[in-house]
């Protein structure tokens, strides 16, 4: 009787399944062979099947499996029906922790597989190790498949690693960074967007006349390859290298790798580099055959000056940089002081943040204001006091009291945080951002001239904080967040970019990652924003190019333009670009350049 019952149960379980699986376009097993399975956790499958499938990559005959213990969502079915997907995307109801299900979607015949992670939990600890349990599985099934991994917090590392991961990013460091950086360099986020992402923009979210969209789209086209080094540029210092490679082909070299017994990568190492032939390039280019023409290179044009390095950057300037303030004394309940930063909404993991706006490299400091309902706790006081000009006001964002105790009139920046950790009721995942765009209201209605920096759980949140995202609607908005970074999507997009072009990720964890100030690093390299010289107003991109690459070590990378009403940015632009004193200009160096 119980084996009756069992096998009726069985029996029951089997039609009920089938005929789940007659409801939506998920699959029982899949046949193909040297394909991709991604995992773990994805709201919106839209970018990650269109960067994977974009006509300008390389490898868009790759195939997809998502293996998911839950139904395709309405947006997956959406790109499961589309006849252009069919024989390239399938969908299988299962767990990537049980060996029949890495069974059914062929893992011991895959190439890759991506485990996404998910931000929006309260305990990151546990979705970590998910993430970390999920890539042991699949390692253990396939020893041979490329693993991608995003992990939440970096301290999680080493027990990603002694599960067999092989590439990965880590979301706590690159979110803070990113934060710190865009801050220090107004637009870096959405130059590094143009590098990650496969262009599909709205152009609508910006006010451009034809030309300014015209070099928004070229720049928005830049990837980042890794190329061999040619014969006629063996011998010559990186910084050499740089400007020949610029002059004949209009590409951005900005690292380099040797390939020895141990590889080293290094970003912009200047004159203190001499190429030799084993070593691998990396360049931003919109063409991958220019790239390649580096590797054919045996002899260098007349018109590529010659290399006098005069590396005047080695002269460190220090301005102001303020104190260590006691933390009896960092609580305040009105500000007086004026062009600080104000740091608003989650406050978790401070030090992240504040860590490269306290770099040894910069010239001078900002004070800055913590402004939330409950000060950081002493444990994190303890590690922010370690930091000059560290303040905390006791408010909210959204209430312009509040706003008034902090200065905002006469504030320089603001950094909206978003609680990835907030408790939201399944169904109204689209009120995630309500705290952050109430506060960006809040601040531009009161100060519109402040630069605020603001982060989004949901893309589609962008349309009420940039008027004119959408094109339906009147834009009646009456205020305008500066900048808008999307950690999700530039954290998908980083790790699908490392899979189509190897050692991306090293690149930006070697700019991005946390750094010990204690230690000051000469060799390090990052990302800084500079005024064009006044000597070079008025002439080529080219010649700006050839300057600070051969006289002062430091790689152009792209320039900030003031458009006819809103500022954008243009990565790696054509040589014969002409240069005005609203530009400035994105560069790599080794610490904060000032240049006359």
């Not at 243009?570 to 000032?594: H, I, Q, R, W």
Request: some cysteine; hydrophobic content about 35%; aromatic content about 10%.
């Amino acid at each position: 009787g119980i084996v009756l019952v069992g096998s009726f149960t069985a029996e029951i379980a089997s039609i009920f399944v089938e005929s789940r699986l007659k409801n939506h376009s998920a699959v029982q097993n899949v046949n193909f062979y040297n394909h991709i399975i991604i995992c773990g956790y994805l709201s919106d499958p839209h970018d990650l099947v269109s960067q994977f499938f974009d006509e300008g990559r390389a490898k868009t005959k790759d195939k997809l499996v998502f293996l998911f213990p839950y139904p395709p969502s309405h947006q997956m079915e959406n790109f499961l029906k589309k006849i252009k997907y069919r024989k390239k995307i399938k969908y299988v109801i299962g767990s990537p922790l049980m060996t029949e299900d890495l069974a059914r979607v062929n893992a011991h015949l895959a190439k890759a597989a991506f485990i996404f992670t998910n931000r929006f939990v309260e305990d990151y600890d546990k979705q970590d190790s998910q993430t970390i349990l999920t890539g042991l599985s699949i390692e253990n099934y396939n020893k041979d498949i490329d693993t991608y991994a995003q992990l939440l917090k970096s301290k999680n590392l080493d027990s990603l690693l002694a599960a067999g991961i092989d590439n990965y990013i880590t979301l706590d460091s690159l979110s803070s960074n990113l934060f710190a950086y865009s801050c220090l360099n107004p637009g870096l986020s959405e130059l590094i967007r143009n590098l990650l992402m496969a262009c599909d923009y709205n152009f609508s979210e910006f006010k451009f006349d034809a030309k300014e969209e015209e070099e928004y789209l070229y720049g928005s086209n830049q990837e980042i390859y890794k190329i061999k080094i040619g014969d006629g540029l063996i011998g010559k210092t990186f910084s050499q290298v740089s400007s020949i490679i610029y002059n004949e082909y209009g590409l951005a070299a900005i690292a380099i790798e040797r390939e020895n017994n141990k590889s080293t990568l290094s970003i912009n190492p200047g004159s203190s580099w001499e190429v030799e032939q084993s070593d691998r390039i990396f360049v931003l280019t919109n063409n991958y055959k220019d790239a390649l023409k580096i590797s054919k290179l045996k002899t260098i044009s007349k018109d590529v000056p010659d290399a006098h390095l005069v590396d005047s950057n080695k002269i460190k300037h220090d301005g102001w940089k303020g104190n260590i303030i006691n933390p009896n004394n960092a609580v305040l309940d009105k500000i007086n002081f004026d062009n600080h930063i104000i740091i608003c909404g989650q406050i978790n993991n401070l030090e992240l943040i504040i860590n490269p706006l306290r770099s040894a490299d910069l010239i001078d400091f900002q004070r800055i204001v913590i402004l939330n309902t409950t000060p950081p706790s002493d444990k994190d006081w303890k590690k922010l006091s370690q930091y000059n000009e560290i303040y905390f006001v006791k408010g909210s964002s959204h209430i312009y009291e509040d706003l008034d105790k902090v200065n905002i009139s006469n504030a320089d920046k603001a950094i909206i945080l978003s609680d990835t950790q907030q408790k939201i009721t399944k169904g109204e995942e689209n009120f995630y951002d309500a705290e952050t765009i109430m506060s960006v209201m809040a601040i531009e209605t009161m100060h519109p001239e402040v630069y605020t920096i603001a982060e989004l759980l949901c893309s589609s949140s962008t349309k009420f904080v940039k008027p004119g995202y959408e094109k339906i609607g009147n834009d009646d908005n009456k205020f305008s967040v500066d900048e808008v970074i999307d950690i999700s999507m530039i954290a998908n997009s980083l790790i699908m970019q490392e899979y189509n072009h190897p050692h991306t990720t090293n690149i930006f964890n070697e700019l991005f990652a946390y750094k010990n100030q204690d230690i000051y690093d000469e060799d390090t390299c990052e990302v800084y924003q500079i005024q064009i010289p006044k000597q070079l107003i008025g002439k080529t991109y080219k010649e700006l190019f050839s300057y600070l690459s051969l006289s002062h070590n430091i790689i152009p990378i792209g320039l900030y333009r003031m458009g006819a009403e809103d500022p954008f940015v243009f990565t790696n632009p054509p040589g014969d670009v002409l240069l005005s004193e609203a530009d400035k200009a994105y560069v790599l160096a080794g610490y904060e350049p000032m240049i006359n």
